[in-house]
């Protein structure tokens, strides 16, 4: 070897903190870094891809430690994956800063209180029967007018997170009217709607209208008796094996009743068992099955632009925001659109930095509320300035988190899911009104 192959050649790792070899295919371009919120945000070269790539090398060759500065930079990554579509070189970024959030988790000693949100996380929120006793207090507060008040007295961030529910109480109920034009067959592939954890509690009724659709689409809609939560808010926080726990617990179910296609209302979910391949590549028992789960996972508005569902004339201005996981690792963003587009009298309007995080980021506005606070203004900062009546997504966090945000603008621009939002323009033919999510303003 010359010099001059000595001088390029790569150090090799002394920590095992990510796929070293993966590191290499990033060749420094920065046409990621406009696509990265928290660079967007902060213009710091080191809350970029890029720069996250080069402080994870760093650490991966012994030339950087586990110092504060530096798990703050990887810490307030969104795992959005943003970068992932813009970059040309097919880096695998989600990958990589997983596998050094492992390794941090492993490490790097966090604070008390610190531990103790991400323990409270793991152990409230994939867990509907844990978490439901505890809104029952909000709830009674609610319904006595004096949450807006509780929320601005609650000290340091407890007000914040109590903002990001959405109203418990619902008044006038409707019943569903059927809808005259949906059509089943017993020939179609048998698809079953992954109902989520959180989702569970907060959108059942947008799960519900998924089915709907679904059945009126022509496809045999089959429940999954339980559903466990998918692993997500567990495998981002680093508490991998719980995280393949649930994976397991999905996979036996989704198996038990033959399902052809798995369809979640929640994109983050949706991309978590499309990558159940990779979370259980070393399981010798669970691998095979992982795979072909995987390769199950559709998007609601496809299936629903294959059968060519049509809807009557609904006239209203409408926005479309890109949830993350379902633009960046499922690489869904047409379909939504073109959905959209075939309900007549409905006017889309494109806004501005549409498929930049809102900054939900499944517990990201838990844990980092900050840089939440300021992604999402400037999420509805661009769809305000749009005039829509509607802003239609497709994933609960962010309905939650651009919600919040709308009631403490008092806009009266609404943040509803597509499934709910196609119910709403199925049932405008009979009259009825389709009820909405509880988190619709």
């Known amino acids: 070897m010359n010099a001059t192959q000595m001088a390029t050649a790569p150090k090799q790792p002394v920590r095992d903190i990510v796929d070293y070899e993966l590191l290499f295919d990033c060749v420094h371009c920065g046409l990621c ?17 890029r720069g996250r790539i080069y402080l994870m090398k760093s650490l991966a060759e012994g030339r950087l430690e586990l110092e504060p500065d530096v798990v703050r930079h990887l810490d307030l990554c969104l795992e959005c994956r943003g970068c992932e579509t813009a970059c040309p ?10 596998k050094a959030r492992f390794y941090i988790a492993a490490h790097y000693p966090r604070s008390k209180a610190e531990h103790l949100l991400r323990w409270v996380i793991s152990s409230l929120f994939p867990h509907p029967t844990r978490l439901r006793p505890l809104l029952w207090p909000i709830k009674a507060v609610e319904t ?37 034009t949906a059509r089943q067959t017993i020939d179609g592939p048998t698809v079953t709607v992954h109902q989520g954890c959180v989702a569970q509690l907060f959108f059942s009724r947008t799960n519900q209208n998924a089915a709907r659709l679904l059945k009126a689409a022509g496809y045999r809609v089959v429940p999954m008796a ?24 999905n996979i036996r179910e989704i198996q038990r009743i033959q399902a052809d296609v798995i369809v979640s209302t929640g994109s983050g979910c949706s991309a978590a068992i499309a990558e159940y391949g990779e979370l259980l590549h070393d399981d010798p028992h669970f691998r095979d099955q992982a795979q072909a789960i995987s390769g199950k996972v559709r998007d609601l508005s496809s299936l629903l632009l294959e059968a060519r569902l049509s809807f009557p004339k609904f006239p209203c201005t409408v926005t479309y925001h890109d949830s993350c996981h379902l633009t960046h690792v499922l690489g869904v963003r047409e379909a939504p659109r073109k959905l959209l587009r075939s309900i007549p009298g409905l006017r889309l309007v494109e806004m501005k930095d549409s498929d930049l995080c809102c900054g939900s ?15 999402v203004r400037r999420k509805v900062d661009n769809i305000l300035a749009t005039g829509a009546d509607y ?6 966090g962010c309905e939650l988190h651009i919600a919040a945000e709308l009631r403490r603008r008092r806009a009266k621009t609404q943040v509803i899911h597509l499934a709910d939002f196609l119910a709403l323009a199925m049932d405008a033919q009979t009259g009825a009104r389709s009820e909405l999510s509880v988190s619709a303003q």
């Open 144 to 180: 006595l007018g004096l949450r807006s008040v509780v929320e601005q007295i609650l000290p340091g961030k407890l007000g914040g997170w109590l903002s990001l529910l959405p109203p418990l109480v619902q008044t006038n109920h409707t019943e569903h009217q059927p809808w005259p």
């Open 226 to 249: 339980r559903t466990p939560c998918c692993g997500a808010l567990d495998w981002h926080l680093a508490y991998v094996e719980k995280a393949k726990r649930f994976a397991r617990a």
């Open 89 to 98: 070189s097919g880096v695998r970024y989600g990958r990589l800063i997983e």
């Open 361 to 375: 980021a499944g517990s990201y506005n838990l844990l980092e509320p900050e840089m939440a606070r300021e992604l």
């Open 33 to 49: 870094l406009e696509a990265c919120p928290t660079y967007v945000a902060t213009r710091k070269e080191m809350d970029s891809p």
């Open 391 to 396: 802003v239609v997504q497709s994933n609960p």
